[in-house]
């Protein structure tokens, strides 16, 4: 039974609003965790911030100035109502709204992964296309070996070599920062290569299942051209699993930005966070990692629509 | 090389030109040739990277800068680092740690109590203002407690109360609560502000530097600062144009920078990353024995080392303190005292308990046998800290202690030492002298209360004292000769290991850049040639 063009939209509606409110609960979750778990960790900021052997009174004051003297539940409350108001609180080390720190750094990483996802588009999915089409042949053996070795090598590891060959050896890129275009390559394929390996491998396997379908069957004994089956038909019902991968990988990169930041010094949320962290700015590192939370909780409540636009099965089964 | 291959692109376009007109290249491919050229044009030579312009010079830093600017409130050496750039001093101190005039061309001390200095005249801070006796007066009294402050200043512990008399514009006196001896070397460390800005208080010190040093701060982001050549350096102008600092927490990407050309000069260069430095023309380095000890250190108020001496001495002669200092390598030497190297009035001391397994177990046996005990160190701080450790353990473990190792991040290693709950019988660290004065050292680390190991030795104390109160050379000689003897062979509150290399890099067409065992830096005669 079809259902109304009406029942549709508001399965439709349901599907998100339920979809939404995840996402809320999955932020709520991560605000929580991030808090407590900061805290159980040993090191005291106030001792970081005054020389070894100060008096308790000397860093008591310290406490009361950074507010770490309060209560847990205290200091939790005040957190969450600030979190609401969109104030993520002050850094410890920067004495600056954690909100403009992190809104400051967070361009510089959303361009790096952006760049990354974009260049690992361009690459994966023709060397997955082009592997799936002759399965065994001489292209699908080196595109898996290709996919084997950048699965296989850690990003600091490819990162630090590239840089060694291409910044020191033949001085063609810059080895740290982001004041130019070029200084996109290095952190870009440091960043992609495991990311394209990945993505490789679910375009070859996703092209060759939809290949074997008995639509692509019938449309060959039709005698539709293979060019157009290979990238109307097939590519279509290969992408749904791409789709899903790609939403998955966003953690992936975010994750992957904070050691290719360390290396190339790129000054994006990585960096700022892993400086957080060795001096226990608390707010500063729970700014850093909501934020990455709300990125990826929204990817991939973009994904699930992309997911239902490209898969009707998936509307029904939220009517249903 | 900028210049050449400017020169090659031209020719290249002009080579293009030619074949266009002559018929032998389409317009077409002339388009897409330039096109090309072009964009290699966007990519940087081989050792494009390296071209700074001659007065503008990038320090990479490995530690991360303070939040605000006031320079007594603070112990981070990246502060004193880049304070002495755009402070002076009362006198400076030199690459080999003595001392010079500075803002104060003589000094004499008039009794016990009292020095006289005779101010440099004609000199101004960075908004103009006049330097005279009277910020003199306001910046001791400020940082040496005499004023009050709440909190209590950091830099106030280095001090005595002191009050400050102006004679005349160009003459001040300084009068101590009672003697101090190292209050020249204090002096040294004690960056000069100006009366209006301390009256203007505290947030105002520490919302922006106003000094009279030989750059002014014209960039304040979090991890970067920019500071400018001030034209009215009493000194003369610097050679600098444009002096500016980077944070770069990895000891790896400052070396790639550098190698790279992106950088002029780094600092915290580790000792495994000298061959790649000494293997390229391009830049150079830096080395020297710091006035920084490594040590292992025990809980004196804890057993079973706090009573027990035979132990103590155990571990001395128990640990490879060779093997420790070859595994750092570099200008690392064997610890022989309680001093470091560079610090006044050092001497070595014998014995200087090499490892001797057989000693060891000797003076374990005398200590009532192998006993149990946790040693905490930090990881990612002190070079090679855990290999040492590990060596440590393997050696004590020889000879019939059963040393537990527990490796800590450095935050949580602080909280070990100095939290309230005091875990473990002993701890591995390192404490770095920012003057050549031992006291320093020694009233910071070993005299009670607060001292590091929870030590209450009433001859440490005493002798501590009687050097703090000393202006006497001679006088101080003889009594930090007898505390550091006292230190080794009778209290042995921790056994010194090594003492640490201190390493930078550079380029090779940077002159004038000196390595300061007191962690300050001076680019004032630096240039890029």
């Known amino acids: ?320 | 090389m900028t210049t050449s291959r400017g020169q090659w692109m031209n020719e290249a376009v002009a080579f293009a030109a030619l074949k266009l007109r002559r018929g032998e290249i389409s317009r077409r491919h002339f388009m897409q040739l330039t096109a090309s050229l072009g964009a290699a044009a966007a990519l940087p030579a081989t050792g494009a990277f390296a071209q700074s312009a001659s007065d503008n010079l990038k320090f990479l830093v490995g530690e991360s800068f303070w939040a605000n600017w006031h320079p007594y409130n603070h112990t981070a050496q990246i502060g004193y680092k880049i304070q002495r750039n755009i402070f002076s001093r009362l006198v400076e101190v030199k690459p080999d740690m003595s001392l010079e005039p500075g803002l104060a061309e003589s000094w004499t001390q008039i009794d016990p109590l009292t020095w006289e200095f005779k101010l440099r005249r004609g000199v101004t801070f960075h908004n103009g203002a006049p330097f005279t006796a009277a910020d003199v007066k306001a910046s001791i009294e400020l940082a040496s407690g005499f004023v009050p402050s709440d909190p209590v200043l950091a830099m106030t512990s280095n001090w005595l109360p002191t009050e400050g008399i102006v004679v005349d514009d160009a003459t001040v006196q300084l009068k101590t609560a009672s003697p101090l001896g190292p209050i020249i070397n204090t002096l040294a460390f004690t960056d000069i502000m100006s009366a209006a800005d301390i009256a203007a208080g505290q947030a105002a010190l520490e919302a922006r530097p106003n000094g009279t040093g030989a750059f002014m701060l014209t960039g304040d982001e979090p991890n970067v600062k920019t500071l400018e050549r001030f034209e009215n350096h009493w000194r003369g102008p610097a050679k600098l144009k444009t002096l500016s600092w980077e944070f770069i927490q990895d000891a790896q990407t400052r070396l790639s920078a550098l190698l790279a050309g992106q950088a002029d000069v780094i600092d915290r260069v580790v000792p495994d990353q000298r061959a790649l430095i000494d293997g390229n023309a391009e830049v150079r380095l830096i080395s020297i024995t710091a006035p920084e000890i490594q040590s292992v250190w025990f809980r004196m108020d804890k057993e079973p080392f706090g009573s027990n001496l035979d132990l103590r001495k155990a571990v001395a002669w128990g640990m490879d303190r060779e093997s420790m200092a070859a595994i750092v390598g570099g200008n690392t030497l064997v610890a022989d005292s309680h001093l470091a190297t560079g610090i006044e009035y050092r001497a070595a001391q014998s014995p200087l308990y090499g490892f001797d397994p057989d000693r060891a177990k000797a003076a374990l046996a005398a200590g009532g046998g192998g006993v149990a005990f946790e040693l905490g160190a930090p990881t990612g701080f002190y070079p090679k800290a855990e290999e040492i450790c590990q060596l440590m353990q393997q050696n004590l473990n020889e000879v019939g202690f059963d040393m537990k190792l527990t490796l800590l991040e450095l935050g949580a290693w602080i909280d070990m030492l100095f939290g309230e709950s005091k875990p473990g019988e002993a701890f591995y660290g390192g404490w770095g002298n920012i003057t050549r004065d031992p006291d320093f050292a020694v009233a910071t680390l070993l005299h009670s209360p607060g001292a590091w190991t929870g030590a209450s030795d009433a001859k440490s104390d005493q002798l501590i004292d009687a050097g703090k109160a000393s202006s006497d050379p001679a006088e101080r000689s003889r009594i930090y000769g007898e505390l550091q003897a006292h230190l080794w062979n009778d209290l042995l509150p921790s056994v010194p290991i090594l003492f640490s290399d201190l390493s930078s890099g550079y380029r090779a067409n940077v002159t004038g850049y000196e390595l300061y065992p007191t962690a300050v830096q001076d680019f004032w005669p630096v240039e890029i040639t």
Request: with cysteine.
């Open chain 1, 1 to 320: 039974m079809r259902a109304t063009g009406s029942g549709r939209s508001g399965g439709v509606a349901r599907f998100l609003l339920r979809r939404f409110a995840q996402a809320l609960f999955v932020i709520f979750g991560v605000a929580c965790v991030t808090f407590f778990v900061l805290r159980l960790v040993p090191g005291d900021p106030a001792r970081l911030m005054v020389p070894p052997g100060s008096s308790e009174a000397v860093v008591e004051a310290i406490r009361v100035k950074l507010g770490t003297n309060l209560p847990l539940l205290e200091q939790f409350w005040a957190y969450l109502v600030g979190l609401v108001q969109g104030d993520l609180g002050t850094s410890f080390r920067y004495e600056r709204p954690v909100l403009d720190l992190v809104l400051s750094v967070f361009p510089a990483t959303l361009a790096l992964g952006g760049v990354a996802m974009l260049f690992s588009l361009l690459v994966a999915v023709p060397l997955g296309i082009a592997a799936a089409a002759k399965p065994g042949g001489v292209t699908d053996r080196i595109v898996l070996v290709l996919a084997i070795v950048g699965q296989s090598l850690p990003n600091f590891w490819i990162g630090v070599m590239l840089v060694l060959f291409f910044s020191i050896r033949l001085g063609w890129l810059p080895a740290i920062g982001n004041e130019t275009a070029v200084s996109y390559i290095l952190p870009v394929l440091t960043l992609s290569a495991v990311l394209i390996a990945t993505l490789i491998r679910t375009v070859r396997q996703s092209m060759l299942e939809a290949l074997s379908e008995d639509y692509v069957r019938t449309a060959r004994a039709k005698g539709v051209p293979w060019s157009r089956i290979f990238f109307v038909h097939a590519l279509k019902n290969a992408a749904i699993p791409l789709v899903t991968v790609v939403g998955l990988q966003i953690g992936f990169v975010l994750g992957g930005a904070f050691v290719v930041e360390l290396i190339f010094n790129w000054p994006g949320v990585g960096l700022l966070a892993l400086q957080a962290i060795s001096t226990r700015d608390f707010p500063v590192v729970q700014g850093v990692v909501m934020l990455v939370a709300i990125l990826f909780v929204v990817a991939n409540l973009l994904v699930d629509i992309a997911y239902a636009y490209l898969n009707p099965r998936v509307r029904l089964g939220a009517e249903q």
